[in-house]
């Protein structure tokens, strides 16, 4: 078993390079899937979700080649088979995203149900009506999606609330569908726009990606290309609160600023001082930090992948505040482990409550999900004395050479084996 082994109470200071964002990454991998032909894709980060991806899509036919660790290419025209591999495919969320794909290039798509970080029921039921409204048959049986259409018909697709997986996987099937489809009440995140991109360099035709109506007129295929993925904006936003937990001074860069205003907003709420450039923000604090109030909601407000770190932040300022979860039923599970490390944090339904002022002190934890994965990190790099930090593969999901990264910043950060 591998651990996280942390030294904590160190400043950390200096500059990391963010890499390419997780959740466009596995996304616009299976989105290669739709392409007849040669597809090279750079900034891709360099985590287990997307190593998995590649393996999922291999084990449909496709030849995939990591020409270095952040740049892949994929021939999809040797696809022979619409059913995903279980047991690549039931380890993330993701692997959702081969239902539209297929559904779109070969009218069937066989796909187990999703797996990935537990945040209390996650449903796929707009992806579905979606994919239903195009003219696709979906049936849900032995914990397997199958979907299959003789023919998709653009549609008006309207989502009950702006879900980031269902605007994806419906605008990869609706790609392919004659006529056109529009999708309103669509989610807004960069990293739709960010596929949507993908798409339409391969011969796509997509516009509104980025507002809450897209429209697709159907093709009838595409072709190849190279596009490089967008920064990791969940990234970003970890490394910038590591900043402002440790009392560092940390440059972050290859970012989109614009994608960190509602990170950079609250920081600036709390007194830490954030610098904007081109493409870096950079985060310090002179004195103590102040409480605020957070709400999680979609794109562009307050992102629920950064709520755990923010938390954990919140312990550690000079007054009350109060943190609401939009977004997901059950998000608070990884505050029992905060706890260990002394966090004061009371949750009700979907509120948390931290009255502030907490020292954190070293203890062994465990990491329920990718995200609780990170605030534990935050928590171990300001506490005092040693975290150990069990379940390290929820953070190898999604954040690339994490160790190194903090280690270059100035923390005291190892993995470790032990046996159990
Ligand atoms: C994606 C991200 C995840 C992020 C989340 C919200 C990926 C791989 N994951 O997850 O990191 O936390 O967006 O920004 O990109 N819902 C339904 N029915 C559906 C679909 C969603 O009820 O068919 C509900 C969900 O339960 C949730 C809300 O809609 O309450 C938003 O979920 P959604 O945006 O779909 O999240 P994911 O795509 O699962």
């Known amino acids: 078993m591998e651990y996280i082994v942390i030294?904590?109470?160190?400043?950390?200071?200096?500059?990391?390079?963010?890499?390419?964002?997780?959740?466009?990454?596995?996304?616009?991998?299976?989105?290669?899937?739709?392409?007849?032909?040669?597809?090279?894709?750079?900034?891709?980060?360099?985590?287990?979700?997307?190593?998995?991806?590649?393996?999922?899509?291999?084990?449909?036919?496709?030849?995939?080649?990591?020409?270095?660790?952040?740049?892949?290419?994929?021939?999809a025209s040797c696809i022979n088979t619409h059913v995903a591999d279980y047991e690549t495919a039931i380890n993330m969320r993701a692997s959702y995203y081969l239902l539209g794909?297929?559904?779109?290039?070969?009218?069937?798509?066989?796909?187990?149900?999703?797996?990935?970080?537990?945040?209390?029921?996650?449903?796929?039921d707009y992806h579905l009506k979606g994919f239903e409204a195009l003219g696709a048959t979906c049936v849900t049986e032995h914990g397997w999606v199958k979907v299959y259409a003789e023919k998709l018909t653009g549609a008006n697709i309207y989502l009950d609330c702006p879900s980031v997986g269902a605007t994806i996987n419906i605008m990869l099937a609706a790609v392919f569908a004659e006529g056109t489809t529009q999708i309103e009440n669509s989610a807004r995140e960069p990293h739709v726009v960010d596929t949507a991109n993908f798409l339409n360099m391969m011969g796509a035709k997509i516009?509104?990606?980025?507002?809450?109506?897209?429209?697709?007129?159907?093709?009838?295929?595409?072709?190849?290309?190279?596009?490089?993925?967008?920064?990791?904006?969940?990234?970003?936003g970890t490394y910038m609160i590591a900043a402002a937990i440790t009392g560092g001074d940390i440059t972050v860069t290859n970012i989109i600023p614009k994608h960190m205003d509602p990170l950079t907003a609250k920081l600036r709420d709390m007194d830490c001082q954030v610098e904007e450039g081109e493409d870096y923000l950079r985060v310090y604090r002179t004195g103590e930090l102040k409480a605020c109030d957070v709400r999680t909601s979609y794109y562009p407000g307050f992102p629920t992948d950064l709520q755990p770190q923010m938390a954990t932040l919140l312990c550690t300022a000079s007054g009350t505040s109060v943190v609401t979860e939009t977004v997901f039923n059950n998000r608070f599970q990884y505050i029992n482990e905060l706890k260990r490390l002394g966090a004061n944090l009371k949750v009700d339904g979907r509120t948390a409550v931290t009255r502030g002022h907490c020292a954190f002190t070293g203890a062994q934890v465990?990491?329920?999900?990718?995200?609780?994965?990170?605030?534990?990190?935050?928590?171990?790099?300001?506490?005092?004395?040693?975290?150990?930090?069990?379940?390290?593969?929820?953070?190898?999901?999604?954040?690339?050479?994490?160790?190194?990264k903090f280690r270059s910043l100035g923390a005291d950060i190892k993995r470790i084996e032990k046996d159990e």
């Open 7 to 75: 030294n904590g109470e160190k400043s950390l200071k200096g500059s990391v390079h963010i890499g390419g964002a997780k959740n466009a990454a596995v996304a616009i991998v299976p989105a290669a899937v739709a392409s007849g032909g040669v597809c090279v894709i750079d900034n891709l980060p360099d985590i287990r979700d997307v190593r998995n991806l590649a393996v999922a899509i291999e084990k449909l036919g496709a030849k995939c080649q990591f020409l270095d660790g952040n740049t892949l290419e994929i021939d």
């Open 101 to 124: 794909a297929l559904l779109g290039r070969f009218g069937k798509a066989e796909v187990p149900m999703p797996g990935g970080c537990d945040f209390g029921y996650r449903p796929i």
């Open 207 to 236: 516009s509104g990606a980025g507002t809450d109506i897209i429209r697709i007129s159907g093709v009838k295929e595409l072709g190849c290309g190279r596009y490089t993925i967008i920064p990791d904006p969940i990234e970003t």
């Open 366 to 404: 465990g990491a329920t999900d990718l995200r609780s994965g990170a605030a534990l990190i935050l928590a171990g790099l300001a506490a005092k004395g040693e975290t150990t930090i069990g379940n390290v593969y929820h953070l190898d999901r999604g954040y690339e050479c994490f160790e190194e």
